[in-house]
């Protein structure tokens, strides 16, 4: 009861302000996300007879999860700049600033609404957009074959096996080529003993079974000493069957189709079997689930510091601002990732830097306005 004895008109008005002005916002967002291109390629796919008219409209419905996710912070960034900016013009926040408010007191119901935006971000990437984006390509039946190679080391990290499945789906590995390399170590190689190159695979818990295989023995000087031919044959047995099957299905997948908990489980398998670009990469990917929704709280205030101004200044320059903020913080994802990937900076520091950023740019702005 005291938690509300404390919201007073005022944080009521702000709030329903805010709100109305985000949704808008959100909504214009993703009417033009979906417009110039998404719209126009589903409704030549209708046209063209690719898809009926079902599956056109959930082709567009599937596709609203990740466009709200980058939505979401937009439209709280420009919903709060505008509603503060109108709030400057109309004289209103500064009858506040005379009733003895605070910038953070008249900031408070805001931050409220960010922070329930922020929860709902969170769960749009981690429930809202993987069950959409599978959904999609379960519609669009996306299931082009596709190659996978995988590498059995031992204890010392040389390997002893390579797989090589040159197309497979998420129900056939067919034209599988298998690398068994021998225990004796050159000086510049390590040398093959047998190369298997079987039609087709099957997966199991506890092995993989090649079938109708062709085995060629090779000799220590790299020739064919013998070629046979055999039924079936069993590869891969145990944890590393497990582990080559799962890595193999992930890498069909986008990174906005796993949810954290199973992104998680990726990025400790990739980590295990010793992939580090993929791993780096994936384990950015991880923190970015959580560091990104934490940027809608980060855009609410610093879309009402922009709008907190003089009633005569000009508009255009905060917008200006906000815009260019929402340019640099899309376009510079792709680059992080690829510093996370390559190893030049930590993955902690790749995803947290954008968050780190904008809040060095809040304590800026605050620092320059007159309050």
């Known amino acids: 009861m005291k938690l509300f004895s404390k919201i007073k008109l005022y944080d009521k008005y702000i709030f329903e302000q805010v709100f109305a002005t985000t949704m808008v916002a959100i909504l214009l967002f993703t009417v033009i ?40 912070p937009v439209g709280l960034l420009l919903g709060s700049l505008f509603t503060f900016d109108k709030l400057s013009k109309d004289f209103e926040l500064t009858i ?36 959409s984006a599978n959904k999609l390509v379960a519609i669009k039946k996306e299931y082009s074959p596709s190659q996978y190679i995988y590498t059995q080391k031992d204890d010392k990290n040389r390997p002893t096996l390579g797989v090589v499945v040159s197309r497979f789906n998420y129900s056939n590995i067919a034209n599988v080529i298998v690398l068994d390399f021998s225990e004796k ?40 000493e013998e070629i046979s031919t055999l039924k079936s044959m069993d590869i891969l047995h145990g944890e590393s069957a497990q582990n080559a099957y799962k890595l193999m299905i992930y890498s069909l997948k986008r990174d906005r189709e796993i949810d954290n908990k199973n992104l998680w489980g990726y990025v400790q398998l990739l980590k295990k079997e010793g992939l580090e670009e993929e791993y780096r990469l994936m384990l950015n990917k991880f923190f970015q689930r959580f560091a990104h929704p ?8 610093l879309g009402c510091l922009l709008g907190f101004s003089k009633p005569r ?55 320059s306005k007159e309050f």
Not at 39 to 48: A, D, F, G, M, Q
Not at 190 to 196: E, V
Not at 318 to 330: E, P, R, V, W
Not at 331 to 359: H, M, N, V, Y
């Open 33 to 72: 996300w979906i417009a110039p291109e998404m719209l126009l390629n589903t409704i030549r796919k209708v046209l063209e007879g690719g898809y009926s008219v079902k599956t056109g409209i959930l082709v567009i419905f599937y596709e609203l999860p990740n466009i709200l996710g980058k939505a979401l």
């Open 96 to 131: 506040f600033r005379v009733a003895g408010l605070s910038f953070w007191r008249i900031l408070a119901p805001v931050l409220v609404l960010s922070l329930m935006i922020t929860a709902f971000c969170f769960v749009t990437y981690d429930k809202l957009i993987p069950f």
């Open 185 to 224: 170590n050159y000086t510049d190689l390590h040398a093959l003993s047998r190369i298997y190159i079987a039609k087709k695979a099957d997966h199991y818990n506890d092995k993989w079974t090649l079938h109708d295989v062709i085995q060629y023995k090779i000799s220590n000087d790299g020739i064919f």
């Open 294 to 301: 934490f940027i809608c709280v980060l855009l609410a205030t």
């Open 313 to 367: 200044e000009q508009r255009l320059i905060g917008f200006t601002i906000a815009i260019s903020c929402i340019f640099l913080y899309y376009i510079t994802l792709p680059f992080f990732d690829l510093l996370a990937e390559k190893g030049i900076l930590s993955p902690l520091i790749t995803a947290t830097f954008p968050p780190l950023a904008f809040l060095g740019a809040i304590w800026a702005f605050y620092k």
